[in-house]
């Protein structure tokens, strides 16, 4: 089936982009979002990008991520970037007035996402079994860093915490010959990982109720998300082998480096013939994959030899047109003109008050459905007043002793 793909990069005149009639997936699903930071906005962005009418729930002060780099004349596009397409409602949730109305509001929602410390949400009085009692229809999310209960579900999480915590970064350094400490991180990979769990399990909830016409509660733990990536390590730690997993390592080039991916004997092969070393094949340490994984690191020795001959694009050039896996390390700058992803749309601009910048679309594309970031970054609280007044059944005289008690802000 052929997909057609937006983007605005399309380089040939067969390139269709999606029809604009097209709707989102979610369109129509309202989400009340009580999220912040990573992992929760991750989730509830990827929603927002396919159609689903998400108002963040906000402190009178923010999302921390407001106030953090990149700036640009006081806005962040590191927020815009995880919020786009939402709306904003800033709350003081410990206004029982305030707690009154979100309540009112939970009848005409499908979805809440949270990902405070365990037990904050009960305190509040808007935990599941409250709001469900409201409308059993709903779906609740959790987003935590252990998990709602067990001995650690109180431990202050943050994703280089469970990193560590899963195993992940000592896995990683048993892999480093050079080095005797984990690396330094600054990748959020326990976010971003646990709010995609967190998407799919909620999208996996909503068909259920179509069946069910009941809502369900989801418990989605960072350290599980992390733990569930470590697929080969979690069977050699229970069935050690006798040789070291073969690893794919950085290979000097003139001006740079190169990853190859030598891993079927057709690739092999033809590794061996477009770089003239046709004597690998019968070599006894290379001649099977056996052998060759046996042998891995005098391979990649042999190899290493002929890629310090060429520049990293030269490399690149000559294997992968052959079907031998190449890649050169390439810096995100330059990923963010890469053809490939120009062609899919992966990027697309968005802008706030400051002007635009760009950020990532979904990874997947659908046939039917819409799934790009929407153009718009809320301003703290720009929708409080209209959502209450909408939504509240509160009168105007009942939101005005509101926002004078401020219950409600708007930047």
Same mark, same amino acid.
């Given at each position: ?10 380089? &040939? ?19 009340? /979002? ?11 962005? !990827? ?41 904003? !409602? ?10 009154? $109305? ?38 609740? *999310? ?35 010959? /050079?080095?005797?400490?984990? $690396? $330094? ?16 399990? #909620? ?8 069946? @069910? ?7 989605? @733990? ?30 000097? =080039? ?5 990853? #190859? ?10 590794? *061996? ?8 094949? =019968? ?6 994959? $056996? ?9 990649? /020795? ?23 896996? *190449? ?18 749309? &992966? ?18 594309? !659908? ?45």
């Amino acid at each position: 089936m052929d997909i057609a793909i937006p983007s605005k990069y399309a380089e &040939t005149e067969n390139e269709s982009p999606v029809p604009p009639q097209l709707v989102g997936a979610l369109d129509g699903v309202k989400v009340l /979002d009580f999220t912040a930071v990573m992992a929760g906005p991750y989730a509830s962005r !990827m929603m927002a990008d396919l159609g689903a009418e998400v108002v963040k729930i906000e402190s009178l002060s923010g999302d921390q991520v407001r106030e953090r780099p990149p700036q640009r004349n006081g806005q962040s596009s590191y927020f815009g970037h995880l919020n786009a397409g939402k709306k904003s !409602m800033a709350l003081d949730l410990k206004n029982p007035n305030v707690l009154r $109305a979100v309540k009112t509001m939970i009848t005409d929602y499908d979805i809440v996402i949270e990902n405070f410390r365990p037990g904050v949400m009960k305190r509040l009085g808007l935990d599941y079994e409250t709001l469900s009692s409201l409308n059993p229809r709903l779906i609740y *999310c959790s987003i935590s860093g252990y998990g709602q209960t067990g001995p650690k579900s109180l431990n202050p999480a943050y994703a280089p915490i469970v990193h560590a915590a899963s195993g992940f970064d000592k896995v990683n350094l048993h892999y480093q010959d /050079d080095m005797d400490a984990p $690396a $330094a991180t600054g990748i959020f990979v326990a976010d971003v990982l646990a709010g995609t769990h967190a998407f799919g399990a #909620i999208q996996a909830a909503l068909y259920q109720r179509e069946k @069910s016409q009941k809502g369900q509660y989801i418990d989605v @733990s960072m350290l599980d998300a992390m733990v569930g990536m470590l697929i080969f390590e979690t069977q050699e730690t229970q069935f050690p082998g006798k040789n070291r997993r073969p690893l794919y390592t950085p290979l000097k =080039t003139i001006d740079d480096f190169v990853i #190859i991916a030598p891993t079927s004997p057709r690739n092999f092969s033809k590794l *061996c013939e477009v770089t003239n070393h046709t004597e690998w094949l =019968t070599d006894p340490r290379f001649k099977t994959n $056996a052998d060759r994984n046996a042998n891995w690191a005098e391979l990649f /020795d042999e190899i290493e030899t002929w890629t310090s001959k060429h520049t990293a694009e030269e490399v690149e050039s000559i294997l992968t047109p052959q079907g031998v896996p *190449c890649s050169k390390y390439r810096e995100l700058s330059d990923v963010m003109t890469d053809p490939q992803l120009l062609h899919r749309g &992966t990027f697309t601009e968005i802008s706030d008050s400051s002007g635009s910048f760009k950020v990532t679309n979904p990874p997947f594309k !659908m046939s039917g459905s819409r799934t790009e970031a929407r153009n718009h970054i809320p301003d703290l609280g720009e929708n409080s007043l209209e959502i209450l007044k909408a939504e509240s059944q509160m009168s105007d005289e009942s939101l005005a002793e509101l926002r004078a008690q401020k219950g409600f802000g708007k930047s």
